[in-house]
């Protein structure tokens, strides 16, 4: 039986000791095609870079956010490479959190779950997340699945992009949007409870918005959070940990991912040779690991 989600997300970030997350976000006209080929002819490019981004980011941390949608791009054999890579970073040890925002009823829910959650055919990702604002009916099927199998749902709650507030400050009976959904998915939290006392179903806290993030942590005190928004988007490390709580290991509560900050850093793009690109981005990685390190232990 496979360990609960969050007790085997929650380890790893204590092991190694920064609670950063590595986002592999494919851009075409930022992968170095002099290094790696041109990917939007030949996905054997795309797979060594994505596969070299990996390599270094196990040394780093313990967590993989790929983002299907920049890999269905490029097509049905992009959509493979996207699973190959998912199964290269397990084999390495990192946990895999594929980002594909699925949000859907009934039996098509179902289909989604499998295919990200489930064995192959299908990702065997260790957590997918998943929008809500259908109705908690969207979220039973990746909730079941990840319960039997020991997986995460990561659930969009108050996301860091700039219009997030269209819809998710709207206010209802006296609070905004993104309150009511943490309020709907608190009690659902305990269905993904691990040992560690946190939960699998975790919640998507972008790190632009810390004041809401603190509230979002009251309203699910044992849920774990998926933080974008930091580096590239302009948050702060320590805005990033705001909705984190303090242990004896210092503040933790979930992983903050960092995509283009860390895998397209300035020196990365001017690289001559893959050992001058690979040096760029363990550097741009040392840094993100570190800063999230020293705010998590201030």
Known sequence: MTAPFADRLIESVRRHNTPLCVGLDPF???IPAALFGDVREDMQAL?????????????????LKPQLGLFEQFGEMGYAVARMLCQHATDTGMIVILDA?????????????RASLGPKPGFNADCVTVNPYMGKDT????VTLAQREGKGVAVLVRTSNPGAGDVQDLQVGGAPVWRRVAEMLAPETQRLLGASD??????????????????????MPHALFLVPGYGAQGASAADAVAGFVASGKGLEGGVVNSSRGVTYPQAAQAATSIAEWRSAINDAMTRASGELRAAVTR
Do not use: N, Q
């Open 47 to 63: 797979l060594k870079f994505g596969a070299s981004v990996i390599d270094v980011a196990a040394k780093h941390c313990g967590v």
């Open 101 to 113: 925002k699925r949000g859907d009823i009934g039996t098509t829910a179902e289909g989604y779950a």
């Open 198 to 219: 946190w939960s699998g179903l975790m919640a998507v806290a972008g790190a632009t918005y810390p004041e809401e993030a603190r509230a979002l942590r009251e309203a």
């Open 28 to 30: 075409a006209d930022k």
């Open 139 to 142: 979220l039973e099927p990746f």
